[in-house]
């Protein structure tokens, strides 16, 4: 392959991993939303018919044993690149490291999908106490 050759495959192989930091970063902000986006209610009652949908897919999801689109596309993405690949699924990439070191993938995706409908449950008790059904 010649030097411009080089050049427009690293360029394409640079964006690509521009892309996947950004459905990264796609995919930690639709968790963060599952998780807290119920308090976004307080501000604007329609935020419910976008945070309810998410609760439930992030549920579902992790109860179910589903692959989220967003990790295979990412980990394509990078491979692709050329850029180191991750074993398993998103949560049990960048999440139980934080929260369990020592491991324990599938056990995980349940502790997960469980704390996110018991939490959202318990953000909407609130929401409801503070501002009403209406």
């Not at 604007?44 to 549920?59: I, N, Q, T, Y």
């Amino acid at each position: 392959m010649d030097e411009q050759g080089k050049q427009q495959g690293g360029l394409n192989a640079g964006r690509q991993v521009v892309v996947a930091d950004a459905i990264l970063a796609l995919h930690f902000l639709f968790a963060l939303f599952a998780v807290l986006g119920g308090f976004l209610v307080l501000l604007d009652r329609r935020m419910m018919w976008l945070h309810l949908p998410a609760v439930a897919w992030s549920s579902v999801v992790n109860l179910a044993h589903w692959t989220c689109p967003l990790t295979p596309l990412e980990k394509n993405l990078r491979k692709r690149a050329g850029d180191r690949v991750f074993e398993g699924g998103w949560v049990q990439h960048y999440l139980e490291p934080l929260v369990r070191p020592l491991g324990m993938p599938r056990r995980m995706e349940l502790v997960a999908g469980i704390s996110i409908l018991a939490w959202n449950a318990v953000v909407y008790a609130i929401v409801f106490r503070t501002v009403g059904p209406d």
